[in-house]
């Protein structure tokens, strides 16, 4: 098993722990897998502010037919005493060949994560979709498109401020990554998820990560994220964004 250890620095005001967006495909790395972040950021006298982040992720890759993946991250932060982080996600996917050359796959997934300041107690969901890997070349990379339902389950803090939720969503991805001379590797990762019942109702993401190799296992990850929902809780901004320099020492 390989693991990596990540050092991470945070632009924004939060840090968070940082799965990797690059897409996998069966075959490409067989047997069991994973990497383990982590960061810390701590700062006493005129600034007086602490953010913990750990992230774990598990891979098995049958070879053939079937892979199966798991991640588990947590974040936690406090400005002068005073808590403004701390939430904890799960996924868990399994992905399977349809067709020999794998280019078409079928995928179910589970998830579960927390964000108390989000308001959100619980969101749960449980889904299935297609994917086709649209091109598969050195020289252009590799390109995906995914699209399937999945059911939601949102529980929130006040529900009598904020009625709990259940829903029925399209999910959509689009995923990409390319390799360069030199070992750098670029990755974007794009969802979309209306609802079906509620055309304005959606939330979308945009993620993008540079990984550069520095000296022997140690590489320099530059990211950035942006969320958006269009019926988050009520008093709860629609727009989150994050941008991170990420050391990853991996071994």
Not at 64 to 83: F, M, Q, R
Not at 117 to 133: M, P, Q, V, Y
């Amino acid at each position: 098993m390989r693991y990596a250890i990540v050092l991470i620095c945070l632009f924004s005001t939060t840090l968070f722990a940082l799965v990797s967006i690059a897409p996998v495909d069966i075959g490409a790395n067989p047997g069991i897998s994973g990497n383990i972040s982590g960061a810390l950021s701590s700062k006493s006298g005129n600034t007086q502010k602490e953010d913990y982040a750990l992230g774990v992720r598990l891979q098995y890759d049958q070879g053939e037919k079937y892979l199966t993946w798991g991640a588990l991250t947590y974040d936690y932060g406090k400005s002068k005493g005073v808590k403004n982080e701390d939430k904890i996600y799960l996924h868990i996917r399994t992905i399977h060949a349809l067709e020999e050359g794998k280019n078409w796959t079928g995928e179910l997934f589970v998830q579960s994560e927390q964000d108390k300041f989000k308001a959100i107690n619980e969101r749960s969901l449980a889904g299935a979709g297609l994917r086709l890997r649209f091109f598969n070349s050195d020289e252009w990379g590799k390109g995906y498109v995914g699209a399937g339902p999945f059911y939601e389950k949102i529980d929130y803090t006040y529900p009598a401020i904020n009625p709990n939720e259940n829903n029925t969503r399209l999910n959509t991805y689009i995923a990409y990554t390319k390799k360069f001379i030199g070992g750098l590797r670029v990755s974007y990762l794009g969802y979309y998820q209306p609802s079906f019942a509620h055309g304005g109702d959606y939330t979308s993401s945009q993620t993008i990560e540079m990984i550069a190799p520095l000296y022997a296992k140690l590489s320099l990850s530059l990211s950035g994220k942006y969320l958006y929902d269009t019926q988050p809780a009520i008093g709860i901004k629609k727009e989150d964004t994050a941008y991170l320099t990420t050391l990853l020492w991996s071994f």
